[in-house]
């Protein structure tokens, strides 16, 4: 009687264990299509647009053409895709024919309104300097010139105030005279107006969008002016900036009437920058 009765509850465990494992097996099936089911739902409601390649924590330059190489497919949700958006499967139509117009940083969109035909020219007006003058850069700051951001075309006088040793009164020493602000600088060495002609292509919507953005401040403040002098006073600054670690300061001149480019340019600036652009003019 004893050995019937292990004998059934041998063969109803082995039952259990059976069934146990084929709900197990059905409900491991049944997660499987579910989140296959999922999955396949959230891919047909994606779609792939065109984003920059830069490698991680980096960004395209502006004027950067668009390649196969500066380009990489992002999924977005269709209800996300905007018509400023390029999708990855028409990214031909753009390929090794635009420009950036704009710095994108790596996995960002490229969007349709930060791309251009032409290729800005960057530092155009050193086209203009005048034979027998030279180029250089000075260091710069809103308050080493009253607060005021300057332009293209304006004059200034770079002088510095040096101590009699002797007497120890202080001379002003004018070390560049009525020279030509060509161009201004950013910490990165990039060219501020080439930045701001690229921002006045914008429509109002993404200059606001890359107003808010984390490095705008940092790649539109110059730290340095690059300036045309003529070859001597370049010599007699050559010399001063060597001998000496006096702060030079920036005298600003009449300003003349600027062109239709720099007041696109001027405009921008004053959009853009909480700082006084006027100066003298005639």
């Given at each position: 009687m004893g050995k019937v009765f292990s004998k059934k509850i041998k063969t109803t465990t082995n039952k259990n264990r059976k069934f146990g494992l084929?709900?197990?097996t059905l409900s491991l099936f049944v997660v499987a299509v579910l989140v296959f089911g999922v999955m396949t739902r959230v891919a047909n409601q994606q779609v792939d647009i065109v984003a920059a390649k830069a490698g991680e924590g980096n960004r395209l330059a502006g004027k950067t053409l668009l390649t196969e190489d500066t380009v990489q497919p992002k999924p977005v949700l269709k209800e996300n895709l905007t018509d400023k958006m390029i999708k990855w499967e028409d990214r031909d139509k753009y390929l090794d024919k635009l420009y950036l117009d704009i710095p994108v940083r790596d996995g960002d969109p490229i969007y349709t309104d930060i791309i251009s035909k032409e290729r800005l020219v960057?530092?155009?007006?050193?086209e203009q300097i005048k034979d027998g003058n030279v180029a250089i850069t000075?260091?710069?700051?809103?308050?080493?010139a009253g607060g005021k951001l300057l332009m293209p075309g304006d004059?200034?006088?770079?002088?510095?105030?040096?101590e009699d040793p002797n007497t120890k009164e202080v001379n002003v020493q004018v070390l560049l005279d009525n020279v030509i602000v060509k161009d201004m600088l950013n910490k990165e060495g990039e060219s501020i107006y080439d930045k701001y002609r690229e921002l006045a292509l914008l429509d109002e919507a993404s200059k606001e969008k890359l107003q808010k953005s984390e490095d705008f401040r940092e790649f539109i403040t110059p730290i340095?002016?690059?300036?045309?002098v003529p070859k001597p006073q370049y010599i007699n600054y050559a010399k001063f900036n060597f001998e000496s670690k006096v702060k030079p300061t920036i005298g600003?001149?009449?300003r003349v009437q600027l062109d239709n480019e720099q007041l696109v340019i001027y405009s921008t600036i004053k959009q853009f920058l909480d700082v006084d652009t006027t100066a003298p003019t005639n």
């Open positions: 084929i709900v197990l960057p530092g155009q007006w050193l000075v260091p710069y700051s809103y308050q080493s004059r200034i006088i770079y002088s510095s105030g040096i340095s002016l690059m300036v045309e600003i001149l009449q």
